[in-house]
Structures are given as structure tokens and as C-alpha cells.
């Protein structure tokens, strides 16, 4: 059986044994669920930064149970929940560091990643700190790079989980834009930098779900679930600059892993 096929046959046994415990109970239910693995890999989107109350044992990585992986093991219970997202990971450390937990027996994979790859940190610092003209030039640096690199690394990481866990349903979801345009910030970015942090938003996201497409996994789009909670926009799920925990700048609050990434998540797995 092909590697898709498999996976397909996965999820209607997934759904099938779904409908047979809403017909003989909790007991079946239970034990339909108990065969179920879950590992979280990815970023610090994954990991939970800026949500706060991070594990002490996780060091460096912060992870949270207030990220999204951990809220949906919490809810769903399954027999195995491995989380080995990590704050600052790029391709090569998820690769290096976090694949240990996939098996055969793993059912469902979730990861964010590639935002580091093509320069996250750098191309925010670059526009609090220069000018329009050398933000933007930076933006459409990164954009090269997701064109140019991103694609292969990328594949490399998705080869290596399906290569591990053959039969995992895997959902990569991408990254939410920052900004709501002509919102309620006075101060900070002008509109053009604030415009063109956007638009690599959403071209880091399209490169990121073609490939995942390619690969027969679902990308999930968190987009739509942060509209109307951009920074700017007066009820903002992510965190603005602050001077005072950079590590926490444009990452999303405890609100944004519940209420943005969260459904997102669940609706896709």
C-alpha cells in the first residue's frame, strides 16, 4: 500500500471507529482512543512562546500547556502526546532534534516551521530598527529565500516524518500576518513596512502549504482565525515589540494558541 493510501486508510479507520463509539458507548470510545499517538514538533509557534507559563524542564525550547499541542492532548486525551517543539528551531534542528518520538504507530503529527529559515527574527529587527527602504529590501530578501531554499529544506523535514511515521495524518500550519492595516496603532511602523511584513506573512505560508500539499499533508491556515486580533487591531492575539522580553515580540498570546491555533488545529485533525 502507498504511503498516501495508507494514510487515507488511517483516517477512515480513525473515523469509522469515531462513529462506532458514538454507537456503542464510552467504554468503546475509550478504548478506540487508546491506541492513538500524537507528537508535536516545530517552533516557537508550536512551542507556545508568548503564551506564558513555560515548562522549567524544557529549558530554552518554552514549551507551554497553554500551546496549542498541549491544549488538544488535554482535550482529546490521547495514549501518547509527544511534544518536542522548540523555541528558535529552523528545519535542520527539527531534523536534528525532534523526529526521535515517530513511529510506525504514530497517528497524528502537527509541526510549525520555516519561519526561522527565512529570517523571522532578523527581518523584524531590521524594520523596528532601519528604515522603510531597508526593511522592505530585507522582506524581499526573505522572499528570495523561500523561493530559492526553503522548498528543498522543507521537503527534507517532510520526507523524514513520512519516512519515520508513514501512516500519521500530518497537519502543518502556517503563520498568521501581523498587522491589521490602517488599525489602532499611532506609533511604531510606518503602513508600507507593516504592509510588506503581511505579504511575506503570506508568501512564507503559500510556499509552505505547496509543499506540504505535495507531500499529501493538510496545511492549515491560521489566517482567517487571527483576523481581527492583528497587533493594531485593538484586541490583538500577538504579542507587539517588547523591549522588556524580546523572546515574546510577535509571537502568540496565551488567547492566540487557544482561540487562533487551537481550532484551527482541531478542525484539521
Known sequence: MSTRLARFAALTSSVLLA?????????????????F??????DS????????????????CKRTTRAYPALWAAAHSPQSFAFTACSGARTNDVLANQLAPLNSGTDLVSLTIGGNDA???????????????????????????????LPGRLDQVY???????????????GYPRF?????SCVAGLTEGERSAINGAA????????????????????????FTGHEICSGDAWLHSLNWLNIGESYHPT???QSGGYLPVFTNAA
Open 19 to 35: 462513529a462506532g463509539a458514538a454507537l456503542l458507548g464510552a467504554g468503546q470510545a475509550a478504548a478506540a482512543q487508546a491506541d
Open 37 to 42: 499517538g500524537y507528537v508535536a514538533l516545530g
Open 45 to 60: 509557534y508550536s512551542s507556545g512562546v508568548g503564551a506564558g507559563g513555560y515548562d522549567s524542564g524544557s529549558g530554552d
Open 119 to 149: 529570517g523571522f527574527a532578523d527581518v523584524m529587527t531590521t524594520c523596528v530598527l532601519q528604515s522603510e527602504s531597508t526593511c522592505i529590501n530585507r522582506v524581499n530578501q526573505a522572499k528570495a529565500y523561500v523561493d530559492s531554499t
Open 159 to 173: 520526507d523524514a516524518i513520512d519516512s519515520r511515521s508513514p501512516n500519521a495524518h500530518v497537519v502543518v500550519l
Open 179 to 183: 498587522y491589521k492595516l490602517n488599525g
Open 202 to 225: 503570506d508568501y512564507l505560508n503559500a510556499a509552505i502549504a505547496k509543499r506540504a500539499a505535495d507531500h499529501g499533508f493538510t496545511f492549515a491556515s491560521v489566517a482567517g482565525a
Open 254 to 256: 496565551a488567547a492566540g
